[in-house]
């Protein structure tokens, strides 16, 4: 038994770097960073570093504990595309066992460390994005329905939210316009990806739009999705919770977007399908900074 417990513990320190890439570390990078975002714009002043650095810490171990056990659920569609191939499971470096006894670890100590050091609100909304993603997305939703990443696009969007509620142990309307931006951002974020890897998706048999419904349909529904993206938005400078900074950097932009989506739906091509996914990434992180800049501008001015 002992000897048993020593392998495992062994072969856990194997592959640092294996475990590291289960947690999809680029894309918990920008869920944790809205969710700090979330915290920041909680509270006029500086949040307490000590509340910051929980909830930091919790939110991220849970975000890496959901994509580990969706590289789980997920390995043998893994395994069928380019993309997705080279992933630790697909590619042998870690196994199933292994993998659910990080995942579940991870997520344990993360959901432990956001209800001891930040309150249980916190804790519950994060168990339910946790659930959200790794549960009715993986699950349920990838492999039924092309709206799927619609549905599930909420789970994603949960992160101002929790970081919110860390600080102010509440759900407050300014928080939810955070979560509507990054809810109407997902289906250009993700479709864009989708239409010039929708060959893989269809080899794998995952339902998605451009798959299901074709070129012409996704694209018409990333630009109507882009349109209420732009329109939400503005919302926070129209609503006054955040002031001129934003308001230019975000016309900026959202012009940007308009004219990638508006370039791809009159002449598609791979390539700008591609760079519209990229710009996508780079307008959500642009997006974010400066609600924070806008925010600290106001209050120190
Ligand atoms: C249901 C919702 C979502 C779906 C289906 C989705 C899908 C994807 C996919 C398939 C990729 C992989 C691209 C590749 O391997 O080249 C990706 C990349 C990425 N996503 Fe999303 N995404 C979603 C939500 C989000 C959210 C909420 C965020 C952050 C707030 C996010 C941030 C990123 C980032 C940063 C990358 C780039 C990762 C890299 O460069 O390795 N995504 N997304
Ligand atoms: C705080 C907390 C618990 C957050 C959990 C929410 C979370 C990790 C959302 C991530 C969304 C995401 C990576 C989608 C990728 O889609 P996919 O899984 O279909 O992409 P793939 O084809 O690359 O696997």
Request: net charge positive.
């Amino acid at each position: 038994m002992a000897n048993v417990l020593v392998m495992n513990v062994q072969e856990l320190s194997v592959n640092f770097r294996s475990f590291f890439v289960l947690c999809k570390p680029r894309v918990s990078a920008l869920i944790v960073f809205t969710a700090m975002i979330g915290m920041f714009l909680a509270t006029p002043h500086m949040v307490p570093l000590g509340l910051l650095l929980a909830a930091t810490i919790g939110i991220a171990m849970a975000s890496g504990s959901a994509a580990a056990f969706n590289c789980l659920i997920e390995q043998s569609i893994d395994a069928k595309m380019a993309r997705t191939k080279q992933r630790p499971l697909p590619s042998g470096q870690v196994n199933s066992l292994q993998t659910f006894i990080f995942a579940t670890t991870v997520g344990c100590i993360g959901l432990s460390i956001l209800y001891a050091f930040v309150n249980p609100l916190t804790m519950w909304l994060t168990l339910g994005t946790f659930v959200g993603y790794a549960v009715i997305y993986t699950v349920f939703l990838k492999p039924a329905t092309p709206l799927n990443i619609v549905i599930g696009g909420a789970s994603g969007a949960m992160p101002p939210i929790l970081g919110w509620a860390a600080v102010t142990n509440s759900i407050s309307p300014e928080s939810l316009i955070l979560f509507m931006i990054i809810f109407a951002w997902t289906p250009p974020h993700f479709w864009s990806l989708a239409l010039y890897r929708r060959h893989e998706y269809a080899k794998a048999g995952v339902p998605m739009l451009p798959v299901t419904h074709g070129e012409a349909f996704t694209l018409l529904h990333i630009l109507l999705y882009t349109i209420i993206l732009v329109t939400i938005s503005i919302l926070p400078f129209t609503l006054g919770m955040s002031h001129l900074i934003y308001l230019v950097s975000v016309i900026m932009l959202d012009a940007i977007f308009m004219a990638y989506v508006i370039a791809l739906y009159r002449n598609y091509s791979h390539e700008l399908s591609r760079r519209t996914f990229r710009y996508s990434i780079l307008y959500l992180t642009l997006l974010f900074l400066s609600l924070l800049l806008d925010h600290y501008w106001a209050v120190s001015f």
